[in-house]
């Protein structure tokens, strides 16, 4: 039975990762007013007729802290790169020069600020909703155990280490909060 406990809890150890990685990732795109190339990350770009992300049809590189480059591999796809962009509805207006798009990150207003500070804590959210729901599938897996014949102490404790579990990626989670609301809100 303890292997089969041991099982439920790396699988369920494996699920709450994954969520943790998926929230950084999501983090990542909350922009902090610096410019990163990570902000077009997601930006999708008709090329040639099939939506391709951004990186594989050019660089994206930053300038200085307030400027974002696009160098795009294939020169006509200047347009497609710069339509791309304003589609994405990340408040960026691209400059095309002929050579690169050249995007100036605005500086963020206070309340601009507050609208990063509400959807990094919606990604939080949505990040502990999954593990809720990891928790519940790891809890019923534990009640199927009990009916192939785990005892009532093993089940009591098998509950309380995965609520052990879910209390510390929990705590994970508002760490990161704490981390973006504290760089979102740096001037």
Same mark, same amino acid.
């Given at each position: 039975?303890?292997?089969?406990?041991?099982?439920?809890?790396?699988?369920?150890?494996? #699920?709450?990762?994954?969520?943790?990685?998926?929230?950084?990732?999501?983090?990542?795109?909350?922009?902090? %007013? !610096?410019?990163?190339?990570?902000?077009?990350? %997601?930006?999708?770009?008709?090329?040639? %007729?099939?939506?391709?992300?951004?990186?594989?049809?050019? @660089?994206? %590189?930053?300038?200085?802290? $307030?400027?974002?480059?696009?160098?795009?591999?294939?020169?006509?796809?200047?347009?497609? =790169?710069?339509?791309?962009?304003?589609?994405?509805?990340?408040?960026?207006?691209?400059?095309?020069? +002929?050579?690169?798009?050249?995007?100036?990150?605005?500086?963020?207003?206070?309340? $601009?600020?507050?609208?990063?500070?509400?959807?990094?804590?919606?990604?939080?959210?949505?990040? !502990?909703?999954? =593990? $809720?729901?990891? $928790?519940?599938?790891?809890?019923?897996?534990? !009640? &199927?155990?009990? @009916?192939? +014949?785990?005892?009532? &102490?093993?089940?009591?404790?098998?509950?309380?280490?995965?609520?052990? =579990?879910?209390?510390?990626? #929990?705590?994970?989670?508002?760490?990161?909060?704490?981390?973006?609301?504290? &760089?979102?809100?740096?001037?």
């Amino acid at each position: 039975m303890t292997e089969e406990l041991n099982m439920i809890y790396d699988e369920f150890k494996s #699920s709450n990762t994954k969520a943790l990685e998926h929230l950084e990732s999501e983090l990542q795109k909350v922009r902090a %007013g !610096k410019a990163t190339p990570s902000m077009l990350q %997601g930006v999708m770009v008709d090329y040639y %007729g099939s939506p391709t992300p951004l990186q594989q049809v050019a @660089n994206v %590189g930053t300038m200085d802290a $307030r400027t974002l480059t696009v160098q795009p591999w294939e020169k006509p796809m200047l347009n497609e =790169i710069a339509k791309g962009i304003i589609n994405a509805n990340l408040g960026f207006a691209p400059q095309n020069n +002929g050579e690169v798009l050249i995007i100036n990150v605005p500086a963020l207003t206070e309340e $601009r600020r507050r609208d990063l500070v509400k959807k990094a804590k919606a990604e939080c959210e949505n990040a !502990k909703v999954v =593990i $809720r729901n990891n $928790r519940k599938d790891a809890l019923d897996m534990v !009640k &199927d155990l009990k @009916n192939d +014949g785990l005892s009532e &102490d093993m089940m009591k404790d098998a509950e309380n280490e995965i609520q052990n =579990i879910t209390n510390s990626f #929990s705590a994970k989670i508002d760490e990161h909060l704490v981390a973006k609301e504290k &760089d979102i809100m740096t001037i």
